[in-house]
């Protein structure tokens, strides 16, 4: 059973950074996706990044939304099967709920927009962006 679990959330100034991280424990499958969302109050769900593994004939991809592309970006620690979230420049607007999501599927460029497909999600941590 896969279990996932962010944390890194908290208040922060504009301009500044912060780094989430999305442990995905138990995932023992060579083939995953694992993206992260966010939703802030009275908004619809948003697809910032993902990354999907190889499946083989191709490297694994990243994946990002124009609205966090240059600002965020994606990274994965195998060996302690967490999936980071480094995110600069933040703006007011980024504040939401940030949330990992995984699944043992490989959704490639899908993985921003089919949030449906992925199995598992993570409580959610806050992020706050504001002086």
């Known amino acids: 059973q896969l279990h996932v679990v962010e944390s890194g959330g908290g208040l922060v100034q504009p301009g500044g950074s912060l780094r989430l991280s999305c442990v995905a424990s138990?995932?023992?499958?060579?083939?995953?996706?694992i993206g992260w969302f966010r939703q802030a109050p009275g908004k619809e769900r948003e697809g910032l990044s993902c990354?999907?593994?190889?499946?083989?004939?191709?490297?694994?991809?990243?994946y990002y939304a124009d609205s966090v592309k240059g600002r965020f970006t994606i990274s994965r620690d195998n060996a302690k099967n967490t999936v980071y979230l480094q995110m600069n420049s933040l703006k007011p607007e980024d504040t939401a709920v940030y949330y990992c999501?995984?699944?043992?599927?490989?959704?490639?460029?899908?993985?921003?927009?089919?949030?449906?497909?992925?199995?598992?999600w993570g409580q959610g941590t806050q992020v706050t962006v504001s002086s």
């Open positions: 999501a995984a699944t043992v599927r490989i959704l490639f460029s899908l993985c921003l927009t089919w949030g449906n497909e992925y199995d598992y």
């Open positions: 990354i999907s593994s190889s499946d083989g004939s191709s490297d694994a991809s990243t």
């Open positions: 138990g995932l023992t499958s060579d083939y995953y996706t």
